[in-house]
């Protein structure tokens, strides 16, 4: 299906410009979201057809909240929306639907959509869809160290078992391979509390458009000069 060399494993994105996307065409932020959405169908669909194992994309930060009332609560309609909409596809897809973060914090129907998903597809064997929602990478850290000490007050694990893998496992990608590639859209050079663990080595690329205007063309791109990176791991190559 496809010729690009080194398709990465796990790819990130932060979906960002939606905003700026609406002021430049002069219309609501809530436009511009929508706008981002018909992006986002694409780009899960072409991560689906190239046989990208994961791809885990930021929808809400845990700091979205601070945002003005009305956006928020149109967003969280946004996402019953989505998912609404997109569902009957993505099962059909093979596409597995993870939710990064905490589902209790959203909406009441939010979080009844977002499960419903989460279920519907959990037997699926095809591209596994991470959509961080109320998602932070110090909440979830932070979540990570809690259970384990529970685990460890408990007697199930002692201190001096608790490594690495301890910790990847008690994070929302648990099982997953690390971020491989890294977007961030709209030309913003920051991480902005994504997958912050899971970055570690990840390749980091900011292009300088607007997330509703990332097309699969823009995608392909990434892709490739991700494929020319040379990837060292601290090491030396002869
Ligand atoms: C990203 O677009 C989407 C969300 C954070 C939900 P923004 O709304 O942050 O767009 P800008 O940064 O204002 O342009
Ligand atoms: C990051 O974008 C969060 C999402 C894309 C969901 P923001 O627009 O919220 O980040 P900052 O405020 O520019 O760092
Ligand atoms: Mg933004």
Known sequence: MTNLPKLPAHVAIIMDGNGRWARQHALSVMRGHRQGVEALREIIRYSSDIGIQVLSL??????????????????????????????????????RIRILGDVDGLTQPA???VLQATERTAQNTGLQLNIALNYGAHSEMLRAVRLLLAEVQSGALRPDQVDLGSI??????????QVDLLIRTSGEQRLSNFLLFQSAYAEL???DIL????????????????????????????
């Open 58 to 95: 930021y929808a809400f930060s845990t700091e979205n909240w601070s945002r003005p009332e009305a956006e928020v609560a149109a967003l969280m309609r946004l996402i019953v929306e989505f998912f609404h909409s997109e569902i009957d596809e993505l099962h059909q897809n093979q596409v």
């Open 111 to 113: 979080r009844q959509a």
């Open 168 to 177: 990847s496992q008690r994070l929302y990608t648990a099982g997953q391979p």
């Open 205 to 207: 690329l900011f292009p």
């Open 211 to 238: 997330w509703p205007d990332f097309t699969v063309a823009h995608y392909k791109e990434a892709l490739a000069t991700y494929g020319g990176r040379d990837r060292r791991f601290g090491g030396r190559k002869a």
